[in-house]
């Protein structure tokens, strides 16, 4: 099989810590698209509206290679095209991003709740990513992993690109021992420690990830570390990592996580609390470098309020 050549670089610069889009014009159907704007009015038209493609036609916000375009050119199979996609509108998180460690492979940072690790649908610019890349000038920092976004701690991110599939593979293999603490309700007829097994499933565009039956594919344990007030701190320790693991088992031993929003009943109360974050932090991580062989270990420099 004949291997695609690797696509040219960008000629865009970021903005604002993001990437332009790069498009790969297909196989022509048929000879449906004799020009480069029939095929972007085909491909985004129905997404954004054709006037809306035709107007960053107008503007210039379509690049090749070799320039502008204009969307006049012919159609040629296999041409790069790049444009920045318009940002949505975004309330900035009022919280600084740590830094715990940096050298010239890895940065690990304190994400503060309510910011997302990465893009991801409305979350664009105001995420750990996008905005390490503008505070820290590393253009090519990516995450070799994701902590949820209403979650606070440690992250691992990869300084250069050829880096991070062997950070990434760690996770992936379950070579990174987490932990995390939180608060909840205390319970003492909730014998701990414990350790949760369950079959976790997320549907997409369901808020709530659900227990089902069948073959567990989650596991985590629980150890209460004090308790005060009608409220536990918690050692959380996830052996996998299922979407919203750790707030799914605490919900099922009758310990939600202080100011969950989703969890036991997800909270349609409009826009977003910084005065009430959830009460769960990534407290550690450790592993063995796959560069240096050494073992790397971080805490985090966040505390839990436990202000409900």
């Excluded at 997409?204 to 209460?224: D, F, I, K, T, Y």
Aim: with cysteine; proline share 8%; net charge neutral.
């Amino acid at each position: 099989m004949r291997r695609r050549a690797k696509a040219p670089a960008a000629p865009l610069p970021q903005r604002d810590g993001i990437d332009p889009v790069r498009v790969r014009l297909p196989e022509d159907p048929g000879g449906v698209w004799g020009t480069v704007r029939e095929h972007l009015v085909d491909r985004y038209g129905a997404a954004v509206g054709v006037g809306r493609v035709e107007e960053m036609l107008r503007q210039g916000r379509f690049v090749g290679v070799d320039g502008v375009v204009t969307g006049d050119e012919p159609y040629a199979v296999g041409r790069y095209l790049w444009f920045h996609r318009d940002f949505p509108a975004e309330v900035p998180v009022p919280f600084d991003i740590g830094v715990v460690y940096r050298d010239e492979r890895v940065l690990v940072v304190d994400k503060p709740h309510f910011l997302a690790t990465m893009p991801r649908g409305r979350h664009v610019t105001e995420t750990a990513m996008a905005r390490l890349r503008r505070e820290l000038g590393l253009p090519r920092l990516q995450p070799a992993h994701r902590l949820d976004r209403l979650t606070a701690g440690l992250v691992l991110f990869v300084v250069r690109e050829e880096d991070r599939g062997a950070y990434q593979t760690l996770f992936r293999d379950r070579l990174v021992r987490k932990e995390y603490e939180a608060v909840a309700p205390y319970d003492p007829a909730v014998e701990l420690p414990v350790t949760v097994r369950s079959r976790i499933e997320k549907e997409r565009g369901v808020m709530a990830a659900r227990e089902v039956p069948g073959e567990p594919n989650s596991e985590s344990r629980v150890e209460l570390l004090r308790h005060a007030g009608g409220l536990g701190w918690y050692r959380l320790v996830p052996v996998t990592g299922r979407t919203h693991q750790l707030r799914v088992h605490m919900n099922a031993l009758g310990l939600p996580i202080l100011n969950d929003p989703v969890y036991p009943v997800v909270r349609e109360d409009g826009s977003e609390d910084f005065a009430r974050p959830l009460q769960l932090l990534a407290r550690t991580l450790e592993f063995t470098d796959p560069f240096t062989g050494d073992v790397r270990c971080f805490e985090s420099r966040l505390a839990l309020s436990g202000l409900g």
